[in-house]
């Protein structure tokens, strides 16, 4: 979840800000702050720069929720006011007709006192954002919308495996998603050093669980795979070097590195990863970090087409289910965001 700031990043301790708009769309949509799950009512507003909202893409795409949700792209970069639709003509999302997601929030809650973040369900006719919640978000992709669900869709989130995926999960969410901005906002030593610690641990204990097994719950891919990938399609592009995580690059831990091109390789994953997105976003906005500007050239990308060898390891990507068809008309990565 990236957020706009009016401050700059660096903190003497960084804490995430985890309080949302935690409506939910629902199948019965009948709760206190619930919506009904209906196709065409509410638009994912996202940013491929993001690895929160890059979440919800891969998910939209691998359950074929296309026709059901549709999809307004914000630019890699912001001000301190919004995220902004400058990637679309005029600079206005063609669906809800704003210029600034911060429109979407305001029309929830005028004055809204928060950072006006990605990912975000906006309800197209009302223009109000329904949720910012993006961890509930993917979730409720796979057990609310099963309706819509196109055939052969995967299950990402097993009734019979969600007590420990839930606790993968949360590891996988505080120690590495989070981890890698502990550290790249870390304002004193001692902040960094042990953020930097806690990081490579569960980067150590993620290789030791993958060395076996081919995805993180066994032989198919689930929604901890994909909370996984968006933070590891960034580290060495942008965590290693601008977030100062740098024991090792992804490309010198062998077993994560593997993984990470196997889903890179998969449709869904590295089909909706824009690399020149993620780059801008992360040294143009970081002023305090990088005050330059200055968005690095490298890293190489093309070791991401690479023979991985993972199929080795068995398993059925998805499951009892089949892959994606192509990426639909307008919503593919443009070639210089590829490898």
Same mark, same amino acid.
């Given at each position: 979840?990236?957020?706009?700031?009016?401050?700059?990043?660096?903190?003497? /301790?960084?804490?995430?800000?985890?309080?949302?708009?935690?409506?939910?769309?629902?199948?019965?949509?009948?709760?206190?702050?619930? =919506?009904? !799950?209906?196709?065409?009512?509410?638009?994912?507003?996202?940013?491929?720069?993001?690895? =929160?909202?890059?979440?919800?893409?891969?998910?939209?795409?691998?359950?074929? *929720?296309?026709?059901?949700?549709?999809?307004?792209?914000?630019?890699?970069?912001?001000?301190? +006011?919004?995220?902004?639709? +400058? &990637?679309?003509?005029?600079? !206005?999302? #063609?669906?809800?007709?704003?210029?600034? *997601?911060?429109?979407?929030?305001?029309?929830?809650?005028?004055?809204?006192?928060?950072?006006?973040?990605?990912?975000? $369900?906006?309800?197209?006719?009302?223009?109000?954002?329904?949720?910012? +919640?993006?961890?509930?978000?993917?979730?409720?992709?796979?057990?609310?919308?099963?309706? %819509?669900?196109?055939?052969?869709?995967?299950?990402?989130?097993?009734?019979? $495996?969600?007590?420990?995926?839930?606790?993968?999960?949360?590891?996988?969410?505080?120690?590495?998603?989070?981890?890698?901005?502990?550290?790249?906002?870390?304002?004193?030593?001692?902040?960094?050093?042990?953020?930097?610690?806690?990081?490579?641990?569960? $980067?150590?204990? *993620?290789?030791?669980?993958?060395?076996?097994? @081919?995805?993180?719950?066994?032989?198919?891919?689930?929604?901890?795979?994909?909370? $996984?990938?968006?933070?590891?399609?960034?580290?060495?592009?942008?965590? %290693?070097?601008?977030?100062?995580?740098? @024991?090792?690059?992804?490309?010198?831990?062998?077993?994560? =590195?593997?993984?990470?091109?196997? &889903?890179?390789?998969?449709?869904?994953?590295?089909?909706?990863?824009?690399?020149?997105?993620?780059?801008? %976003?992360?040294?143009?906005? %970081?002023?305090?970090?990088?005050?330059?500007?200055?968005?690095?050239?490298?890293?190489?990308? /093309?070791? =991401?087409?690479?023979?991985?060898?993972?199929?080795? &390891?068995?398993? @059925?990507?998805?499951?009892?289910?089949?892959?994606?068809?192509?990426?639909?008309?307008?919503?593919?990565?443009?070639?210089?965001? @590829? #490898?």
């Amino acid at each position: 979840m990236v957020t706009t700031t009016a401050k700059g990043y660096v903190e003497p /301790s960084y804490e995430r800000d985890t309080r949302y708009i935690d409506d939910r769309i629902t199948v019965s949509g009948d709760g206190e702050r619930e =919506w009904p !799950v209906e196709a065409g009512r509410y638009r994912l507003v996202a940013a491929r720069a993001c690895p =929160w909202a890059n979440r919800t893409i891969i998910v939209r795409r691998l359950l074929g *929720l296309e026709d059901a949700i549709s999809l307004g792209l914000c630019g890699p970069t912001h001000d301190e +006011d919004s995220w902004t639709f +400058d &990637l679309d003509p005029g600079g !206005v999302d #063609p669906v809800l007709g704003i210029p600034r *997601l911060k429109d979407a929030y305001e029309a929830r809650q005028p004055g809204y006192p928060r950072g006006i973040t990605v990912p975000a $369900l906006v309800e197209v006719d009302s223009g109000e954002v329904v949720t910012n +919640d993006f961890a509930q978000m993917t979730l409720d992709f796979s057990t609310q919308w099963g309706a %819509h669900h196109r055939e052969g869709a995967p299950d990402l989130y097993p009734e019979d $495996l969600r007590e420990e995926m839930d606790e993968v999960m949360q590891r996988v969410y505080t120690e590495v998603n989070n981890g890698v901005y502990r550290c790249g906002f870390a304002g004193t030593q001692e902040a960094y050093d042990q953020a930097y610690d806690r990081l490579f641990t569960a $980067l150590d204990w *993620l290789e030791d669980r993958l060395t076996d097994r @081919r995805y993180l719950m066994g032989g198919s891919i689930t929604e901890a795979d994909v909370r $996984l990938f968006t933070t590891l399609a960034r580290f060495d592009p942008v965590y %290693h070097g601008h977030f100062k995580s740098n @024991r090792s690059k992804l490309s010198e831990m062998p077993v994560l =590195w593997a993984y990470a091109r196997d &889903l890179f390789q998969t449709p869904g994953f590295g089909d909706t990863t824009d690399f020149a997105q993620i780059k801008r %976003h992360y040294y143009v906005v %970081h002023h305090d970090i990088n005050p330059t500007g200055i968005v690095p050239a490298g890293p190489d990308l /093309s070791g =991401w087409l690479t023979e991985h060898g993972r199929e080795a &390891l068995g398993g @059925r990507p998805f499951g009892g289910g089949t892959p994606p068809g192509p990426v639909r008309e307008g919503e593919a990565v443009a070639s210089e965001g @590829r #490898p």
